[in-house]
T-cell receptor, first 113, second 114 residues
Framework: GNSVTQMEGPVTLSEEAFLTINCTYT??????LFWYVQYPGEGLQLLLK?????DKGSNKGFEATYRKETTSFHLEKGSVQVSDSAVYFC????????????FGQGTRLTINP | EADIYQTPRYLVIGTGKKITLECSQT?????MYWYQQDPGMELHLIHY???????EKGDLSSESTVSRIRTEHFPLTLESARPSHTSQYLC?????????????FGPGTRLLVL
């Protein structure tokens, strides 16, 4: 079945460091890919998405490119801030009908000032 | 901005009690979902709905039940709560149609069963 594998956490960085959180997937067909973010005590928020190969999703300085050849959707940000501390989830859509999402296990990111 | 609401946000309850977690959305979305999020952060789909009078079980077996009598409302019920039900429960909704897989999440209900 379809699956998503994320970089093991937790990840701790200093402010203004470069961030990469790896995400690879296994899927049949052509799923859409997503990054969601969960701040402490809150639900998930969509951070960015890409719907086809070579698409780049971007938002709030974060970027991820849909790489079909490597089945990857790595999240990057050039200069992180303390406010980026959160849990990040990579996900793919599968199937018609309910259009269920398959989530990775989440990566906890902590940014120190 | 997504408009999806969950109540209560926090609930502490004793074993054996019946509870209902409320989820409402004002976006007119056909599709709605319930996820259980364990302390290790992983999300498990426990129920979903295509629309009114449609409910399906998700990937993780759950003792909870759901109903969908109105488009905007998707409550989850536990007939007899147990400590193993302690978790965070997240509700989500999405628009029907190809290329519309984005799910919008509520703030969650954190449940503690003593």
């Amino acid at each position: 079945g379809n699956s998503v594998t994320q970089m093991e956490g937790p990840v701790t960085l200093s402010e203004e460091a470069f961030l990469t959180i790896n995400c690879t997937y296994t899927a049949t067909g052509y799923p859409s890919l997503f990054w969601y973010v969960q701040y402490p005590g809150e639900g998930l928020q969509l951070l960015l998405k890409a719907t086809k190969a070579d698409d780049k999703g971007s938002n709030k300085g974060f970027e991820a490119t849909y790489r079909k050849e490597t089945t990857s959707f790595h999240l990057e940000k050039g200069s992180v801030q303390v406010s980026d501390s959160a849990v990040y989830f990579c996900a793919l859509s599968e199937g018609q009908g309910a259009q269920k999402l398959v989530f990775g296990q989440g990566t906890r990111l902590t940014i120190n000032p | 901005e997504a408009d999806i609401y969950q109540t209560p946000r926090y609930l502490v309850i004793g074993t054996g009690k019946k509870i209902t977690l409320e989820c409402s959305q004002t976006m007119g979305h056909d599709k709605m979902y319930w996820y259980q999020q364990d302390p290790g952060m992983e999300l498990h789909l426990i129920h979903y709905s295509y629309g009114v009078n449609s409910t399906e079980k998700g990937d993780l077996s759950s003792e909870s039940t759901v109903s969908r009598i109105r488009t905007e409302h998707f409550p989850l019920t536990l007939e007899s709560a147990r400590p193993s039900h302690t978790s965070q429960y997240l509700c989500a909704s999405s628009v029907a149609g190809a290329g519309q897989e984005t799910q919008y999440f509520g703030p969650g209900t954190r449940l503690l069963v003593l």
